[in-house]
């Protein structure tokens, strides 16, 4: 996807970007390429390759969940920072938090930050259960981006959504996922949409799947990481 593609299929999607926010893409991509030779931030590299499967990839959020009514976002698991920084890019007015629990990807992200002088933006280094203990009915949105199965994301995100706040959940196909039903009773959550498309030029199948906080989450949630791993809801 060159640039000029990428401008325009944004546009189908009804998202126009100025030229800081073009320059600003650049300087990400060219970062991310520079970084990515001393740590493995990722395995896309080729220039056409990253507008289409990190930053477009990213942005087709917007089929599920209108950005512009929207105050803050957490990314968790955000790894080299898709989609939250680039929705932060794109979405200036957005309060946007991202977690990993690798601190090489956290000290690149913090780079990103400051070299395109980015406010209203934190990276944060933990895992996101240690998180969740203190930051609890945070957010409006929390989202992920190809992280874990639904059923352990669910548990991951929903403590810190606020209440009828959003959790949105990027992924390729879902077909074998298995049934989450548990985890929506036992989170108070409610599964709003599933969105399901292709992607531009390769055609390669995206869904994502929306839900909704419904009632409180109960305090035990999230568990460690070890029972969550051995023992999903």
Do not use: W
């Not at 548990?155 to 009828?164: A, F, L, R």
């Not at 869904?207 to 909704?212: A, M, N, R």
Request: aromatic letters at 10%; hydrophobic letters at 40%; charged letters at 30%.
């Amino acid at each position: 996807m060159t640039q000029s593609n990428f401008i325009i299929e944004l546009e189908k999607m009804n998202i126009k970007l100025d030229e800081e926010q073009l320059n600003q893409l650049e300087m990400y991509y060219e970062l991310l390429i520079e970084y990515n030779k001393v740590m493995n931030l990722t395995g896309i590299t080729e220039k056409e390759e990253v507008y289409l499967k990190h930053f477009y990839d990213s942005l087709t959020i917007v089929k599920s969940i209108d950005l512009n009514s929207i105050e803050s976002v957490c990314d968790i698991g955000t790894g080299a920072g898709f989609p939250g920084l680039v929705l932060k890019i794109v979405f200036p007015n957005l309060k946007v938090t991202l977690i990993d629990s690798l601190n090489k990807r956290i000290n690149f992200l913090n780079t990103v930050i400051d070299k395109l002088k980015l406010k209203d933006v934190s990276a944060i280094h933990c895992r996101i259960e240690e998180y969740a203990i203190k930051n609890r009915d945070k957010f409006d949105i929390v989202t992920a981006r190809a992280v874990a199965s639904t059923n352990i994301l669910l548990e991951y995100s929903i403590p810190i959504v606020k209440q009828n706040g959003f959790f949105i959940a990027m992924k390729g196909r879902v077909e074998n996922e298995g049934d989450f039903t548990h985890a929506l009773d036992e989170l108070k959550v409610k599964f709003i949409s599933e969105a399901k498309f292709k992607l531009p030029i390769e055609d390669s199948i995206r869904t994502i799947l929306k839900f909704k906080k419904i009632g409180i989450t109960p305090k035990k949630y999230p568990r460690k990481y070890k029972e969550i791993k051995n023992k999903p809801l």
